[in-house]
Every structure is written in C-alpha cells, then in structure tokens.
Nanobody, 122 residues
Framework: QVQLVESGGGLVQAGGSLRLSCATS????????MGWFRQAPGKECEFVGVIRWSTYYADSVKGRFTISRDNALNTIYLQMNSLKPEDTAVYYCAADSTPPSRWYQLTMCGYWGQGTQVTVSS
C-alpha cells in the first residue's frame, strides 16, 4: 500500500520556523515530482511548492520556504522560515506525474494523507 505521511507541524510564533517531513512507503518516488499543498479554514486548497530536478514555489512562499528531498530515506521536506499568520493551514504532501511547472493547477489537499497542522500566532 502506497502511503505518504506528513509530520512536523505545530504552533509557532510569527517570524519563526518549522520543518515538515513527508515519508513515503509502498513505492519509490525518487523520480516523481513531489510537493506540498495547504488548506486554511474556509479557503481553497493552495499549491505551495514542488520538487523534481528543480523546485517551483507559489509566489506567497517564495524566498521563505524551501523544499528538499532525501531519496535514500524516501522523504521530502518543507523548511518554512519567516512564518506569517497567513501561513496557518493544514499542509499536505503529494506526488504526481504532472510536470512541476503545472503543479500550480493541481489541488491535492487530502489526496494522499491526513496532513499536518501548522499554526502561526501573531
């Protein structure tokens, strides 16, 4: 059974940092685009970023968030710095063969896993 399991969320003050992890099992995604989406209460699912051979980010997180991957551990990470209250959301990991440059068109919140809650206090 293929699983993507997110972890690392929590409560942090504005300006702080968190690192989310997404562990995969059941198959290898080393050559697949993998990335992150988020959904805030009452709002639509939003693309955050994706990694394959390079990375793409939503404008709202560019320069603050960094995605990386460790294929040996079948894990991707989302390093979030300079967090803002508007970053509060459930963050979801995803894998999809769609070219990374088109991931902004996808909505994959909850498609693979339960997500992890990130709350940024002001």
């Amino acid at each position: 059974q293929v699983q993507l399991v997110e972890s690392g969320g929590g409560l942090v003050q504005a300006g702080g940092s968190l690192r989310l992890s997404c562990a995969t099992s059941g198959r290898t995604f080393s050559t697949y685009p993998m990335g992150w989406f988020r959904q805030a209460p009452g709002k639509e699912c939003e693309f955050v970023g994706v990694i394959r051979w390079s990375t793409y980010y939503a404008d709202s997180v560019k320069g603050r968030f960094t995605i990386s991957r460790d294929n040996a551990l079948n894990t991707i990470y989302l390093q979030m710095n300079s967090l803002k209250p508007e970053d509060t959301a459930v963050y979801y990991c995803a894998a999809d063969s769609t070219p990374p440059s088109r991931w902004y068109q996808l909505t994959m919140c909850g498609y693979w896993g339960q997500g992890t809650q990130v709350t940024v206090s002001s």
